[in-house]
């Protein structure tokens, strides 16, 4: 399996952009990897996923055109690029890593079993 380590999280007015990465260990290329964020008093919640080889990605709708996922497998990076921000994208933003390689971008939380410890987001004025 993966390290992960999240980073890049801070305070952005609506409407701004910020860049979430995530730093891995161990192999990660071959395992599909996946951003999820938890609000709070909320449960976390599925925000995008990227196969292994970067060839598919899966979004959740609420987030489709304004946030994009990709990875850059030479340098064990994982990114998330948060454009026209919401205050309703205000969570603690979590990366995992696939419980299988070379696994199909998936949604599903019981999907992933390696996970980082997050970074805050914050969309305030």
């Known amino acids: 399996q993966v390290q992960l380590t999240e980073s890049g999280g801070g305070l952005v007015q609506p409407g701004g952009s910020l860049r979430l990465s995530c730093a891995a260990s161990?192999?990660?290329?071959?395992?599909?990897m996946g951003w999820f964020r938890q609000a709070p008093g909320k449960e976390r919640e599925f925000v995008a996923s990227i196969a292994w080889n970067g060839r598919t990605t899966y979004y959740r709708d609420s987030v489709k055109g304004r946030f994009t996922v990709s990875r850059d497998n030479a340098k064990n990076i994982l990114l998330l690029q948060l454009n026209g921000v919401k205050p309703e994208d205000t969570a603690v933003y979590h990366c995992?890593?696939?419980?299988?390689?070379?696994?199909?971008?998936?949604?599903?939380?019981?999907?992933?079993?390696?996970w980082g410890q997050g970074t805050q987001v914050t969309v305030s004025s």
């Open positions: 161990g192999r990660f290329s071959i395992y599909t």
């Open positions: 995992a890593a696939h419980r299988y390689p070379y696994g199909v971008p998936t949604p599903r939380e019981i999907d992933f079993g390696s």
